[in-house]
T-cell receptor, first 112, second 115 residues
Framework: DQQVKQNSPSLSVQEGRISILNCDYTNSMFDYFLWYKKYPAEGPTFLISISSIKDKNEDGRFTVFLNKSAKHLSLHIVPSQPGDSAVYFCAASGGSQGNLIFGKGTKLSVKP | DAGVTQSPTHLIKTRGQQVTLRCSPKSGHDTVSWYQQALGQGPQFIFQYYEEEERQRGNFPDRFSGHQFPNYSSELNVNALLLGDSALYLC??????????????FGEGSRLTVL
């Protein structure tokens, strides 16, 4: 039973355009959401997070949007750069769960 | 400032054997969590150690056990290895236990192959 779902295994975007990565969750107790980026042969690295009391958080080229009623969040990367090519994981925590629940990831390819 | 370090990076075992993986947390961190990432999947939480005690555990059998030492480093032990235990094992450190509101710092992982 997947509590965090990333339904797009891959996404290809042209350099300079916007990348939008989507994530859905089922557990209404989740109150904190994070995005991690993973390059091959490296561990995941933290990218950006959002608390459930907010609906948007921005950090440079990266913005995360949270729609609690739809149990949906998205990560926007503008403008996309070839160095952004990686696997992006959505993660959530909350309630009695202090650990993070990860989605399966979306592989982003940004083409020059 | 050393990040999270894990050893070994790769190892091959046969079914029924036992394996020990090691992790040193990022300097200043006191909490270590272990995750298993199977091929094509996201990381799955195994357990978390804080103050040398297992504080939380995911849905993993008792064959998976761990330990945290006074210097905050940690070990993950897996007994009676199964083919399905083949995965990337990630160690993550943080400051403070339980609440997932702080970012986790991950190591590069230990790639375990069970034949």
């Amino acid at each position: 039973d997947q509590q965090v779902k990333q339904n797009s295994p891959s996404l290809s975007v042209q350099e300079g355009r916007i990348s939008i990565l989507n994530c859905d969750y089922t557990n209404s107790m989740f109150d904190y959401f994070l995005w991690y980026k993973k390059y091959p042969a490296e561990g995941p690295t933290f990218l950006i997070s959002i608390s459930s009391i907010k609906d948007k958080n921005e950090d440079g080229r990266f913005t995360v949007f949270l729609n609690k009623s739809a149990k949906h969040l998205s990560l926007h990367i503008v403008p996309s750069q070839p160095g952004d090519s990686a696997v992006y994981f959505c993660a959530a925590s909350g309630g009695s769960q202090g650990n993070l629940i990860f989605g399966k990831g979306t592989k982003l390819s940004v083409k020059p | 400032d050393a990040g999270v370090t894990q050893s070994p990076t790769h190892l091959i075992k046969t079914r029924g054997q036992q394996v020990t993986l090691r992790c040193s947390p990022k300097s200043g961190h006191d909490t270590v969590s272990w995750y298993q990432q199977a091929l094509g999947q996201g990381p799955q939480f195994i357990f978390q150690y804080y103050e040398e005690e297992e504080r939380q555990r995911g849905n993993f059998p008792d064959r998976f056990s761990g330990h945290q030492f006074p210097n905050y480093s940690s070990e993950l032990n897996v007994n009676a290895l199964l083919l399905g235990d083949s995965a990337l094992y990630l160690c993550a450190s943080s400051l403070g236990a339980l609440r997932g509101t702080g970012e986790l710092f991950f190591g590069e992982g230990s790639r375990l192959t069970v034949l």
